[in-house]
């Protein structure tokens, strides 16, 4: 199968730690969205990179919050000092521009976070 | 202030009949929406879209309808199976970005 791989599929962790997801796209996608999904939500946008470049950050993004997509492969997620307001699941996205769908997005699995 | 707004927090449908998923939203800029199915654990999977020029769009047994001067968007699954019990997101394209609802819990009663 080779769609998209999150890792680790859940973490619990106390306040105050960092933790880090990581994304792996489906391999000739070009953009790669994270999002996040709280109970009762639909998924929020957080950001979106297109090969490595990082091209929009959501408000909710703040500055504890670190993305990155280093060769244009797979990304990573940081969050540095975890609240518990924190707790979601955290969701990537990727797609092809001009793809055949309206650059339709395929999601990963998430990662649950939880922070105690 | 929410784009895309969902009213129906979830449906109860009998196999076999229509399921009608309803959707409203408040931007007349958008290019396209689209619906999300979701099951517990997984994410969201594409199901259908439909572009601002088009008034519906069908693909099997799902269809989608868009009523631009009401401001609202239905997905109709016909017939439906226990295997469509789910959680459905409707969303907005806008750009690079995807807007979802908060979605309605399907349920397809035996």
């Known amino acids: 199968d080779t769609g998209v791989s999150q890792n680790p599929r859940h973490k619990i962790t106390k306040r105050g730690q960092n933790v880090t997801f990581r994304c792996d796209p489906i391999?000739?996608?070009?953009?790669l969205y994270w999002y996040r999904q709280t109970l009762g939500q639909g998924p929020e946008f957080l950001t979106y990179?297109?090969?490595?470049?990082?091209?929009?950050k959501s408000r909710l993004l703040s500055d504890r919050f670190s993305a990155e997509r280093p060769k244009g492969s797979f990304s990573t997620l940081e969050i540095q000092r975890t609240e518990q307001g924190d707790s979601a699941m955290y969701l990537c996205?990727?797609?092809?521009?001009?793809?055949?769908?309206?650059?339709?997005?395929?999601f990963g699995p998430g990662t649950r976070l939880t922070v105690l | 202030d929410q784009q895309v707004k969902q009213n129906s927090p979830s449906l109860s449908v009998q196999e076999g009949r229509i399921s009608i998923l309803n959707c409203d939203y408040t931007?007349?800029?958008?290019?396209?929406f689209l619906w999300y199915k979701k099951y517990p654990a997984e994410g969201p999977t594409f199901l259908i879209s439909?572009?601002?020029?088009?008034d519906k769009n069908e693909d099997g047994r799902f269809t989608v309808f868009l009523n631009k001067s009401a401001k609202h968007l239905s997905l109709h699954i016909v017939p439906s199976q226990p295997g469509d019990s789910a959680v459905y997101f409707c969303?907005?394209?806008?750009?690079?970005?995807?807007?979802f609802g908060k979605g309605t819990r399907l349920h397809i009663l035996p």
């Open positions: 990179f297109q090969n490595e470049a990082q091209l929009e």
């Open positions: 391999s000739e996608h070009n953009r």
């Open positions: 996205a990727s797609s092809q521009v001009g793809g055949p769908i309206t650059d339709t997005q395929y």
């Open positions: 931007n007349s800029m958008f290019d396209y």
């Open positions: 439909i572009s601002s020029i088009k």
């Open positions: 969303a907005e394209g806008l750009g690079d970005k995807i807007i």
